[in-house]
């Protein structure tokens, strides 16, 4: 692959955070030719936590969520183009078609086509009053039906269900939260401190189930309720679905390149063709902290795994992304943060007592005695200790981690 | 900068700053950040200039503090962002110890 020129034009499919962050990476690595930048909302990139959040509630304007002002792509030197959808990938002649017709050539093209809500196949989700939350139009519609009185199920109690459930609590709505599985955040974290947001949850007024399995969701036109498959039912005006994303791969598939659950990428963002990139949510990409291949659905990777395909899509042999995976979600106030992502049967520690109220952590070890994963609930400092530990691999004293007393830097130093 | 342009206000006593142990103060509406390092002792803006999020409530590593909420990190002696999501530094601040007080350095207003 001969370094690019400054005759050379990249084009990033992509409007989302991730290919915000990549042409910024573009840039960074002092690539000086045509940058086109193709997203298909009307709205220059924009970050996603607030939409469930902030913007959800009406606390935030939809601008604040914004990656960069306008002057910023000027600045860059990035040709942004909006509203516009790209139809499939011509390898061959190197150029991607648009839906309408257009055709637009590239030297190095970059994939940033995110994902999408899952939508069960359920019978009744087609109806008026169903919802599901992933981009801005999304939360828009949704803040405007949450008013106060509405009757909301949430479909699903991973983050996305649950911060929608504080939003329509704040917002004096009657909330429902419903997860087949037998507690909250199931993918996320331990099944005790599921329990413990469940409560969270419940305290602030939303009835929560777990164990609920829909079966389909009631009304004519609109939706009225949700019938779960013990037959229960729970009357609501709005039902929100959030049980995960699947990623948006169709064009790569299209183009044939490697992809099945993600794009597949090595650990620069290079997909099978050594032209082609790929960043963000669609990725599936090698991670030190990770058995296997895993797709990442974080701010974290649509920031710097995006940042790190742009650069390496530029020339830049020396960056590559292995970042500790890391998540977050606010709820009711309270600041989660989750690093590592523990499998098999992890040794739990807690530091800090639970059943005193926010401001403890949970710690999870392998039978080695290593560091793998830590959820803090309003102790973000303990991450950041967390994370070095786990980085460094660290086997804290299981004793010492338990005791807030202990400074997670000394036992980041080994000192405690 | 000269002394006389400044006002200087006690924000913590030297003996109590642990190093690498961020402390926060308030001077009037102005939160800071006063950390303890090996060579000094340095006083920042405490509010991330990426979100609202009080930076001593961060970590500090080396010559960097990390902010809790997005682990964007700003050098502590120049206040330059060094990594994101934050691109604009935070004000510095200058600090001078006298006997065991720590005053940081305001510039007067006009």
Not at chain 1, 209 to 217: F, I, K, N, S
Request: overall charge negative; glycine content about 12%; hydrophobic content about 40%.
């Amino acid at each position: 692959m001969a370094d690019a020129t400054s005759n050379q034009t990249f084009l990033v499919v992509g409007g989302g955070q991730a290919g915000g962050r990549a042409v910024e990476g573009i840039r960074k690595a002092g690539f000086d030719g045509t940058v086109i930048l193709l997203g298909e909302e009307e709205r220059a990139p924009y970050e996603r936590p607030p939409l469930s959040k902030q913007v959800l509630t009406g606390e935030a304007e939809p601008d604040s969520a914004r990656l960069r002002d306008e002057g910023w792509y000027q600045a860059q030197g990035i040709d942004l183009r909006l509203a516009t959808r790209v139809g499939r990938i011509d390898r061959e002649r190197k150029r991607v078609v648009l839906e309408d017709g257009q055709a637009l050539a590239y030297d190095r093209l970059l994939l940033a086509t995110g994902a999408q809500p899952k939508v069960p196949d359920l019978p009744g989700v087609e109806l008026t009053g169903v919802h599901v939350l992933r981009d801005m139009a999304d939360s828009l519609a949704l803040r405007e039906a949450m008013r106060a009185g509405a009757r909301v199920a949430l479909v699903g109690g991973g983050y996305i269900g649950l911060e929608v459930a504080a939003a329509a609590r704040k917002l004096g709505c009657e909330t429902t939260v419903l997860e087949a599985a037998p507690s909250l955040m199931r993918r996320q974290v331990a099944s005790e401190l599921g329990d413990w947001y469940a409560r969270l949850h419940r305290d602030h007024g939303a009835d929560v189930r777990t164990g609920a399995e829909v079966a389909r969701l009631l009304g004519h036109d609109r939706v009225e309720g949700v019938e779960l498959t013990d037959g229960s039912r729970i009357d609501a005006d709005l039902v929100v679905i959030g049980v995960g994303i699947r990623p948006n791969v169709e064009l790569a598939l299209q183009a044939g390149l490697e992809a099945g659950d993600g794009i597949e990428v090595d650990d620069q963002g290079r997909t099978s063709d050594p032209d082609i990139f790929a960043a963000g949510d669609v990725t599936r990409q090698p991670n030190p902290y990770v058995d296997g291949k895993v797709r990442l659905e974080s701010w974290q990777n649509a920031q710097n795994q995006a940042l790190v395909a742009g650069q390496a899509m530029a020339g830049a042999g020396d960056v590559r992304h292995a970042d500790l995976p890391w998540f977050w979600s606010d709820q009711h106030g309270i600041n989660l943060q989750m690093v590592g992502m523990p499998t098999g049967q992890p040794r739990h520690v807690w530091r800090g007592d639970p059943a005193a109220g926010p401001g403890f952590t949970l710690f999870y070890l392998d039978e080695a005695g290593r560091l793998i994963g830590a959820n803090a609930v309003d102790r973000p400092a303990d991450i950041a200790a967390a994370r070095r530990m786990i980085e460094r691999g660290v086997n804290p004293d299981p004793d010492k981690l338990a005791d807030p007393e202990v400074s997670m830097k000394k036992l980041l130093k080994g000192q405690g | 900068m000269a002394d006389d342009n400044l006002e200087w206000h006690a924000v913590t006593k030297a003996s109590e700053l642990e190093e690498q142990e961020p402390e926060h103060a308030r001077i009037g509406d102005t939160l800071i950040c006063v950390v303890k390092l090996e060579d000094g002792i340095f006083a920042i803006n405490d509010v991330c200039s990426h979100e609202f999020a009080q930076l001593s409530e961060g970590f500090v590593d080396g010559e960097e503090i990390e902010c809790p909420l997005h682990q964007a990190t700003f050098n502590l002696k120049t206040g330059e962002a060094t990594a994101p999501p934050a691109d604009d530094p935070v004000e510095t601040y200058p600090v001078k110890i006298e006997g065991d007080q720590v005053y940081v350095g305001f510039k007067k207003q006009a």
